[in-house]
């Protein structure tokens, strides 16, 4: 199969604006699991991926400011461990930032209080921000919208275009607004050109409604038992701001005469359009790849056209925080057809077999004999492609061998429940984070800023007593 894309990188601009800025480099191709397929009514899976090229060169220094605004539970079902656990890596966080990033700390129980608006973080305001966290007491309840809606007035006082909330909760919302709908659709509202991530502590939170808050704030739902402080998580959080391109991403896609599609990931936002559908995707990261696997099926109809009628013809969408146009990139499939069917593309197999992980992990709480047949389909297909010893597989079959051992223990049920939400979704992104896995899922900036950080809250955690 080949593949050809515009690579012109269109904006979506009104002429009078349209001023020097920067473009990000980004590439968008359809692959094939078969470059060359047999002339037969089949199905086949296909790869929609973007790939951004890596823009920041000097970890040490890096070129990206970031701005962020976290909003931290103080009510009482935090007190002890997961304030403590909370507290201590946000230390560690605003350790990491330099003086071109700024931070906004917001605290909130009944109701929410700015203690730092968004500062530069110079050493001096490092040792205010420190501070505020150190005073931080748990009582009361927990006014989640209101957080969020404070944290984002907080950030909108940046003029920078990279601008993230991060909101920490272990709870259901007990003040101002609890209704789940009004939240979100509040959130909807206010967030404009900011995204959003949400950490949910312990077993008691609505992991339902902070996964579609994160939706809505193109951001990230992290499950955190409540034990360690989440410095994976963080990390990860702090690495994706660094190397952050674009955003609102999503792949379009229309299929030609005798070619239908018959499967999409299950864990993709999709919405259905008159000439197609069209797939939200992650944001777009410098250094990254963005992949959706889907299949097609192509009967007769579709062997009897022109070899130069596309099957599957694709549109990547994305609005790019440099200068927050959108801008729109073209692709097409179209067959090369050969006696026999060429060896298999060893990333599309790869990617659909993450892919697939991350659904059975989503999958493991309502778990059946058909996800068992598909289980064992799945590895079937990994020995086939030759893809036994690929550590991201392996640590998906781990993780989903290690749910359900747990899901067989009461004490840790509703545990699994929490764990595989978050763990199917982060595997889908490719940005697992904590569960022991973190190690093969996390991106190179997050792993460089993970090694610092947790250095951080290890020099932290010392009894000043033993260090003398």
Same mark, same amino acid.
């Given at each position: ?22 473009? $990000? ?7 094939? !699991? ?8 089949? %199905? ?12 920041? /060169? ?14 931290? #539970? ?8 997961? *304030? ?11 350790? +990491? ?39 931080? %007491? ?24 990279? %601008? ?15 209704? $789940? ?19 949910? @502590? ?6 339902? *409604? ?30 994706? /701001? ?5 955003? #609102? ?11 239908? !599609?018959? @499967? ?18 992650? &944001?777009? *990261?410098?250094? #990254? ?5 889907? +299949? ?21 969408? @994305? ?5 927050? /146009? ?14 026999? %069917? ?26 059946? &004999? ?12 990994? /020995? ?13 079959? #781990? ?41 093969? @899922? ?25 260090? &003398?």
């Amino acid at each position: 199969f080949s593949s050809q894309a515009s690579m012109h990188f269109s904006a979506i601009l009104h002429p009078a604006l349209m001023a020097p800025s920067p473009k $990000p480099q980004v590439s968008f191709t359809l692959q094939a !699991l078969y470059r060359t397929l047999d002339p037969k009514p089949q %199905k086949l899976l296909v790869m929609a991926r973007a790939s951004a090229a890596a823009t920041i /060169q000097d970890d040490a220094e890096p070129s990206s400011s970031v701005q962020l605004a976290v909003a931290v #539970d103080i009510s009482g079902s935090m007190e002890g461990v997961k *304030l403590r656990a909370a507290v201590s890596t946000l230390h560690a966080l605003i350790d +990491e930032l330099g003086p071109n990033d700024s931070l906004g700390l917001i605290g909130f129980s009944n109701s929410s209080k700015v203690w730092l608006p968004s500062t530069p973080m110079t050493s001096a305001a490092k040792q205010i921000a420190h501070a505020c966290l150190d005073r931080a %007491k748990a009582d009361g309840g927990t006014d989640l919208a209101g957080a969020i809606l404070s944290a984002l007035r907080v950030i909108e006082a940046s003029s920078e275009r990279r %601008k993230h909330v991060i909101v920490l909760t272990d709870g259901q919302p007990t003040a101002g607004v609890c209704d $789940p709908d009004r939240i979100v659709d509040l959130v909807k509202k206010a967030k404009k050109d900011v995204t959003a991530s949400f950490f949910g @502590y312990g077993e008691d939170v609505n992991p339902d *409604l902070l996964e579609r808050l994160a939706q809505v704030g193109s951001g990230r739902f992290h499950f955190v038992p409540g034990t360690e402080p989440p410095v994976e998580a963080f990390a990860a959080e702090l690495g994706q /701001q660094r190397d952050l391109l674009g955003i #609102d991403a999503s792949i379009s896609l229309t299929t030609g005469k005798g070619v239908k !599609l018959c @499967y999409l990931p299950s864990l993709a936002e999709v919405r259905k359009k008159k000439t197609g559908i069209r797939i939200s995707i992650p &944001n777009l *990261l410098a250094g #990254d790849a963005r992949s959706v696997v889907f +299949e097609i099926e192509v009967n007769e109809d579709a062997f009897a056209l022109s070899e130069t009628t596309p099957w599957v013809e694709a549109t990547l969408r @994305y609005r790019s925080v440099l200068d927050a /146009q959108e801008y729109v990139n073209d692709t097409h499939l179209v067959p090369v057809i050969a006696a026999e %069917k060429s060896e298999p593309v060893v990333d599309v197999a790869r990617e659909f077999s993450v892919q697939r992980l991350a659904e059975l992990v989503g999958a493991v709480t309502r778990w059946d &004999n058909k996800n068992e047949q598909e289980k064992a389909s799945l590895m079937d297909f990994v /020995q086939r492609m030759g893809l036994q010893s690929d550590p991201q597989i392996m640590a998906g079959f #781990d993780m989903l061998d290690r749910l359900q051992h747990d899901l067989a223990d009461a004490s840790k049920r509703r545990w699994t429940h929490l764990a595989s939400s978050a763990a199917s979704k982060g595997m889908y992104e490719r940005s697992v984070t904590g569960m022991g896995v973190a190690h093969v @899922y996390s991106k190179p900036r997050a792993e460089s800023i993970l090694r610092r950080m947790f250095q951080m809250v290890k020099d932290d955690d010392k009894d000043p007593e033993d260090a &003398n």
